[in-house]
């Protein structure tokens, strides 16, 4: 008797440990467990640890509840401003809702990939080719959001998705490297006659500060000659300057002769028409320089006689 008691004891445990091993799972942080008993969703969540399920009759399906980070392969599609482009892109999702992932989407990771290509396409026939190149993040946005719509019914959030590489045709290339070189020459052409404007305005400041000063001219012109002379392997043309060219010009005209003074005419008085006209004769007055010269009086009484 005590015999038979051991065995079905020793049954029971055996049975019981068959029993532990089938039922028990282990549910990882990461992860949540949905159960489905004879084929229908059991409404609660496992959550992680150590559960049990009814062996042969509960089906416990682990979900991944990490943040998933999925490539887009590159997709070519056709610009608004009818360029040509292939555009590569990554999108970040996890899973919020374990059951509707399960449910109602057969496979969620492939039907995200394949939204995320769709909407990568849509996003290329509506941008322009500089959109691409530098407003990605309103891009981003956008592509974001055409992802995010549909997902949310399958239990997925679009975290984030960013647009990685955007390639062009070689013409294409070449083309905006020509259009960046005619403007960097653009720049560097404004650049270099705004630098020839401030100069020139001060060098007219400074020529007027050496009309002013001429002998600033000169020393200007000494401190040039230093200068060059520092380097032994040139020649040096001094320049003669303009005022001594000028001082010796004057300096070789002839001074200017003082002009005689003006004699004053002999007054005449007026004689009536009806008198005879008597002709007398016109005594040369000396000139008063050689009234001066005159040193003999009696000669000027016969003179008068």
Do not use: C
Not at 68 to 91: F, H, K, S
Not at 262 to 272: D, M, N
């Amino acid at each position: 008797m005590v015999e038979e008691l051991v065995a079905a004891g020793a049954v029971l445990v055996s049975a019981g440990a068959v029993y532990m091993m089938t039922a028990a799972r282990v549910v990882k942080q990461y992860e949540r467990g949905v159960v489905f008993r004879l084929g229908k969703l059991r409404p609660e969540v496992r959550g992680p640890g150590f559960t049990m399920i009814v062996p042969f009759v509960d089906k416990l399906r682990k979900v991944n509840m990490q943040i998933v980070t999925m490539p887009v392969p590159g997709q070519e599609g056709i610009t608004r401003d009818n360029v040509t482009v292939r555009v590569d892109a990554v999108v970040y999702f996890k899973v919020i809702g374990p059951a509707e992932a399960v449910v109602r989407v057969e496979d969620y990771r492939f039907a995200v990939a394949q939204m995320a290509q769709t909407s990568l396409r849509s996003i290329i026939g509506k941008s322009e080719l500089d959109d691409l190149l530098s407003n990605r993040e309103k891009l981003n946005q956008g592509l974001e959001l055409m992802i995010d719509s549909p997902a949310v019914e399958w239990g997925v959030s679009i975290d984030r998705v960013e647009i990685k590489d955007v390639s062009l045709p070689e013409t294409m290339k070449r083309s905006m490297a020509r259009q960046a070189e005619a403007d960097r020459e653009r720049r560097a052409r404004v650049i270099n006659a705004d630098a020839e404007l401030q100069a020139s305005k001060k060098l007219a400041e400074a020529a007027q500060q050496m009309a002013d000063t001429p002998a600033a001219l000169q020393l200007r012109l000494l401190q040039t000659v230093v200068a060059v002379a520092a380097e032994k392997n040139s020649t040096l043309v001094l320049p003669f300057p303009v005022e001594l060219l000028r001082f010796l010009e004057k300096a070789q005209q002839p001074a200017p002769q003082p002009q005689p003074a003006p004699v004053p005419a002999p007054l005449q008085q007026p004689i009536p028409p009806s008198a005879p006209v008597a002709r007398q004769p016109v005594l040369e007055q000396p000139h008063p320089a050689e009234a001066d010269l005159t040193t003999d009086p009696g000669a000027a009484d016969s003179s008068q006689e």
